[in-house]
């Protein structure tokens, strides 16, 4: 049966032509970049076409990117590098929202004696930005605010956020893993200093990353060693992953009008079709301002494991924020700080597309969820409780 | 994903015995909406045999929680009252082929709503629902509910107890409060089960502080972030290796400080314990 991936926001598929130009990589072109023969040293070049390739994106030098292990590793290097260079300052200002790789590492940093702020959002998931213009004081030495969120698919209006926290002179960092590829970015318009990607979000594999650092911030490598990356990130370079993540960034470049035309109308159809047949059912998040391929919605009276392994059935691909998926009995702490009720956080169900997503998808989640949504209330003690 | 059985799947795919029974002689209800689960259990009972002769459920929550529903109404049916009674959550697990370790408390409340709906059979309050003082309170679980399924199921982790109860699994804010019904429970049982009568032979002495350093103080130090390792017992002195956070946070002298009280209270005075 096939698969239909409405998941992309947690992983994509690699495309084809990022594969094809990771091959070489793969087989005869083994060499190490930093070799001083022929064979590895004509490596090297393939990463700089990479490192053009990924900076192409944002509109940034080739010289501000450093590729990583992924995107954690990249959120982490900039909050490390960020206090590394104000150790006077012990105050780290970030939202409830983020992604763990930015929210455990505060918490990390908070049982080293660092004061966090993690600004909280409204309802549908907004931040109130003379909040994050109060927390910001003298001693407040790095905000990381994430572009969009992976859950909700809320983004953040990082112009006005940059415009803050720059005015204040704090050095300001971005996880816009989630946004490469699906919202253009310009960083020469806008004034962050570090920006966070990952690969595996934009069709090219997992376990490779990159980093934005703004030509003049200081910058202080996180892994130590050689000499790689210019002495800012060590280790042997991954370097298919990176030949494939440059094609990836370029391939991102070409579909982002996609994005915002045929995806968004994919998960718009998606997202309405659901609405009408699924009584009970609301949108998670700020539909005003949100990824035009995320949709988060919540089925209330049904538990979204439950749901998630129904559609599994039918190799339907998606995810939830229910306690029961996340492996700790932690309900999605982004539904939570918006304040979603317990009772719809339960039954919630993520949808992500791509642009290898087709309208037969949409048809066939479409045919299937009303069905799947009815037989689960019909088993649960809360089902009579539903509007007719 | 988690790693479920054929059977929890079949279950959860095709659950048996669903729905509200017409005129019930019993029902059984546990959980809320709000604690992500909840099971109404409805039961048919004979008057002169106190046999249940039908059972059926409703049950809000994941694929787990509805096949161990499914499961407790399949194994009941038959069953005399008291026979019910007797009826663990382990058993149900067992019926299911077994259940990943953090979906045990699906079992657990299946186990739960039974006893509600023998109690209420019976006119009575099920044990524990009332009773005793609420620890964790995201999910409204006490302190007498915790320190039942610890007994029963031989639990000695924070982890487990969240596992068999859901008890720690929210804020997290009660984790010290499990902590210390654990200890409570565990220490007791060690005094009583492990303190030296007479000498130890050095095998004995080495295997007791493993088994103490395994499953008393390392579930303490790695629900913090940290863990310990017994590297070497010389005569009497204790050899261990701190990693994580007990070793960063600069606290690796009070660990190593802690551990030698606990192993001198469980094992013998005259030990010393020193850190890599
Ligand atoms: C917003 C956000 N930040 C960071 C990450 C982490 O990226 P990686 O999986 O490459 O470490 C993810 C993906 O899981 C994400 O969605």
Sequence with gaps: MKVVYLDNNATTRIADEVREAMMPFLTELYGNPSSMHTFGGQVHRHIEVAREQVAALINAEPGEIIFTSCGTESDNTALMSALEFAPQKKHILTTRVEHPAVLNFCKAMYRKGYKITFLPVNKSGRLDLEDLKSSITDDTAVVSIMHANNESGVIFPLNEIADIVKSRGVVLHTDAVQTAGKLPLDVRKLPVDMMSFSGHKIHSPKGVGALYVKRGTRFSPYIIGGHQEGGRRAGTENVASIVGFGKACELAKKYLPDENTKVRALRDRLEQGLLKTCPDSRVNGDVESRLPNTSNISFEFVEGEAILLRLNEYNICASSGSACTSGSLEPSHVLRSMGVPFTMIHGSVRFSLSVNNTDEDIDLVLKIMPGVIKELRELSPYGREVKK | ?276
């Design chain 2, 1 to 276: 994903m988690w790693e479920y059985t054929d059977k929890v799947r079949d279950l959860f795919l095709h659950p048996k015995n669903v729905g509200e029974l017409e005129k019930p002689d019993s029902v059984g209800e546990v959980g809320s909406i709000v604690c992500g689960d909840a099971l109404k259990l409805f039961l048919k009972v004979d008057k002169e045999t106190n046999r249940i002769t039908d059972a059926t459920f409703q049950t809000f929550g994941c694929a787990s929680a509805i096949a161990s529903s499914s499961a407790l109404t399949e194994i009941i049916k038959g069953k005399t009252l008291d026979e019910a009674l007797k009826v663990t959550n382990q058993d149900i697990a067992d019926f299911l082929g077994g259940l990943p370790r953090e979906k045990m408390h699906c079992s657990v409340m299946g186990r739960e709503a039974l006893e509600a709906a023998v109690a209420n059979y019976r006119g009575g309050k099920p044990r524990e629902a009332e009773e005793g003082e609420i620890i964790c309170q995201c999910y409204g679980i006490t302190d007498q509910k915790i320190k039942h399924v610890i007994m029963e199921n031989k639990l000695r982790t924070v982890e487990d107890v969240t596992n068999y109860t859901k008890a720690g699994g929210g804020c997290g804010g009660c984790v010290p409060e499990i902590e210390k019904i654990l200890k409570e429970i565990w220490s007791e049982k060690i005094i009583e089960e492990g303190k030296p009568k007479k000498r130890l032979t050095n095998i004995q002495k080495i295997s007791l502080i493993k088994e103490i350093i395994e499953k008393e103080i390392r579930p303490l130090l790695q629900s913090d972030g940290g863990d310990v390792e017994l590297v070497d017992v010389d005569g009497n002195i204790v050899i261990v290796s701190l990693r994580g956070m007990c070793r960063e946070c600069l606290m690796a002298d009070v660990t190593a400080k802690n551990i030698e009280k606990k192993l001198k209270e469980l094992v013998s005075e005259e030990l010393v314990v020193e850190a890599e």
